[in-house]
């Protein structure tokens, strides 16, 4: 097959081969696996592994720079192979990748899984557009990449929507088994349905390549506008490298950076066609000087936070909501982001064909990609030397100050027990006299009839898992009742009944037959969802018999169920307080030291949140965290003021050698 496919001139369609279609499928469960690691890749190495900030910005750097470098290089290879051969290798290498990252919390397996991943990455960018090119005639490509890169947005949309709601349920751990199954869907696509459209053994030698690159760095004037470019994307970075960990280091939990970040392609999608049709008649300079000018706003934005933080409190009321001010700023400067892009993206390579010698616009139009490659590599590394100056890891703070951080970004967290109090802590028991103790010096009420439930670790598979109670007062045992023995596909059908037997002296006025016992039916069981609160379904149920739960009453699914029968158990209970324990290190750090157990901390925390006014602020080693945004700023400045230079001496010089060239 030709490397065009041949058309008669004809009406423009939508209308592409069966090939078109299923690269750009596999292109969006590729993008959606690698936006949803990436967005939390800083963070999971940082926490879960156990690299330090400094560290953890030198590997993501060398990862997401390698990203950008090598596809020149895969092309080339994909062009001996065929694209199919090529597409089956990388995601091959992706689903190892993936599996591997999310398997193994260590160090040197971490370091494997990105080289594989960065590989199999690095041949998916170049066979994926080359067959969108290929799939298409000169008159539909444009139709054909604006597709693409729809699917690209729409990849990058989903995968961080769905890392956000994956991390606080199952952990970042599982984010990386969601994108080794993502690619596994997309081997399998390759596989049964996608047709090689590309000849074989064509195409540049890796030699070539490495003469054009020398050639390309050599070139001054190109070289210098690939840098300044670089400043822009350097900031656009910080959406992957910065912004996560500092939202989660001076905010807490629950903002959901990943939502966060996707502010900006949702800005792109709904501005870029209008702005380009703005600037269409601008000179690439001007319109690239425009974003170049609003990306350091984007981050000096981030860097006024805590003044208007310091101006309106802990929230600012919008009517329907209430938001946290540096969030307010965050989403504001993501969405400048958005923007500026919109100004950049479409007139760049119009700007940088015109530095490339005559009759070379190709081969260094084929580099481009360099800009973001200079970015990333510099920008992580910047990322994690100025997380660490400005906002450090918590977990290497002084247990004191660790107590004011968590005091303050956490709005139900309320002591850390001591190291007298943990032992105390058993299974299921009344609850210990020195943790009931512990509680009332810190002013926390205690009813009479509560006890101490441990729950199962939410890390259960780890050889160290986190420990989890819950201080609770016990109202009903819910356990599932079947006529005969369960059968082995009982999952995928409710069981006959749910027995019930208060647990609560409580209940000592219901009426005789339900203080023994009594059952619902057993469709109700789909309700009985672990830390939930109780359903509607099952207050009727439990009215029906003369009993009204109590407001606050929730589920917990009960560890001790009668295994040997098969069926479920749960509890009805009314949450008071939580038991937690905080990991300071990751296992192999603990076992690297000659120790069995990480070190960790345990912690109290109440069923009842703290106003943002009640919020006390951070300590003082984050005094500072927002001096990183005034960094970027002043980067972006710079590549602001770099740009008005070049354009400056490029003109002076072009107008010499008219001058010249006209004696």
Request: hydrophobic share 45%.
């Amino acid at each position: 097959m030709t490397s065009e496919i041949s058309q008669q001139p004809q009406k423009l369609g939508w209308r592409f081969p069966a090939t078109f279609w299923h690269a750009n499928g596999a292109e969006l469960c590729e993008r959606a696996a690698y936006y949803g690691m990436f967005i939390t890749l800083f963070r999971y190495l940082n926490v879960d592994i156990g690299f330090t900030d400094p560290q953890t910005g030198a590997v993501t750097a060398a990862f997401a720079g390698g990203i950008y470098f090598l596809p020149t290089f895969m092309g080339i290879m994909a062009d001996k192979v065929g694209f199919k051969q090529a597409l089956i290798l990388a995601f091959t290498l992706l689903t190892a990748g993936y599996g591997l990252l999310g398997a193994f919390q260590l160090k040197p397996t971490a370091l494997i899984a990105l080289f594989l991943i960065m590989c199999g990455g690095a041949i998916i960018k170049p066979v994926i557009s080359g067959t969108v090119a290929k799939c298409s005639d000169s008159a539909h490509r444009a139709r054909a990449m604006s597709i693409f890169y729809m699917v690209v947005n729409i990849g990058s949309f989903s995968g961080k929507g769905l890392a956000a709601e994956l991390n606080p349920r199952l952990g970042m751990q599982y984010i990386n088994f969601y994108a080794a199954a993502m690619t596994f869907v997309a081997l399998l696509l390759i596989i049964v349905l996608y047709k090689n459209v590309d000849t074989a053994g064509t195409g540049k030698t890796v030699k070539e390549a490495l003469q054009g690159l020398w050639k390309v760095m050599q070139h001054f004037r190109f070289l210098s506008l690939i840098l300044i470019i670089a400043g822009f994307w350097l900031i656009q970075g910080q959406l992957y490298g910065a912004m996560p960990t500092f939202i989660e280091r001076v905010l807490g939990k629950g903002y959901k950076p990943e939502w966060l970040a996707n502010i900006n392609p949702l800005t792109v999608v709904i501005l870029v066609v209008p702005i380009t049709h703005l600037v269409r008649h601008f000179r690439p300079e001007n319109a690239i000087g425009i974003g170049l000018f609003i990306i350091p706003f984007t981050a000096l934005v981030i860097a006024l936070g805590p003044l208007l933080d310091s101006v309106t409190g802990g929230a600012i009321d919008l009517g329907l909501f209430s938001i946290h001010p540096m969030v307010m700023m965050i989403i504001i400067g993501i969405a400048l982001q958005g923007l500026a892009e919109c100004f950049l993206s479409p007139k760049f390579l119009e700007y940088a064909s015109k530095q490339a010698p005559k009759g070379e616009v190709g081969l260094y139009l084929g580099y481009q990609h360099l800009t973001t490659f200079f970015a990333w590599l510099a920008g992580f590394i910047a990322a994690g030397l100025l997380l660490d100056g400005f906002c450090p890891d918590p977990r290497a703070l002084e247990p004191q100050t660790r107590h004011e951080w968590r005091m303050a970004t956490d709005p139900k967290y309320q002591f850390t027990l001591t190291a007298e109090q943990r032992p105390d802590l058993g299974d299921q028991i009344p609850i210990p006299t020195s943790i009931a103790q512990a509680l009332r010096d810190h002013a926390l009420e205690l009813a009479d009839n509560v006890t101490l439930a441990k729950l199962e670790p939410a890390d259960s598979r780890k050889s160290d898992p986190a420990r989890t109670w819950r201080i609770e007062e016990q109202l009903f045992t819910v356990r599932e009742e079947w006529a005969a023995q369960r059968p082995w596909w009982a999952l995928w059908r409710s069981p006959d009944a749910l027995l019930i037997t208060p647990d609560s002296s409580r209940w000592s006025g219901v009426p005789e037959e339900a203080a023994r016992r009594f059952d619902l039916p057993g469709n109700l069981a789909g309700d009985l969802k672990h830390d939930a609160p109780v359903s509607e379904g099952l207050r009727r149920a439990f009215a029906q018999r003369g009993i009204d739960l109590p407001e606050n009453a929730s589920v917990r699914t009960e560890r001790s169920a009668d295994e040997e029968a098969g069926g479920r158990a749960w509890k009805l209970v009314i949450k008071h307080y939580s038991i937690e324990e905080s990991k300071l290190e990751t296992d192999a750090e603990a076992r690297s030291d000659g120790r069995e157990k990480a070190l960790r901390d345990v912690l109290v925390y109440s069923n009842t949140a703290r106003t943002p006014d009640e919020m006390p602020p951070l300590p003082d080693e984050y005094r500072h965290a927002h001096y990183i945004w005034y960094v970027f700023a002043a980067i972006g400045f710079a590549a602001f003021g770099a740009l008005l230079v070049f354009k400056f001496v490029t003109n002076a010089i072009d107008r010499s050698r008219a001058i010249t060239a006209g004696e």
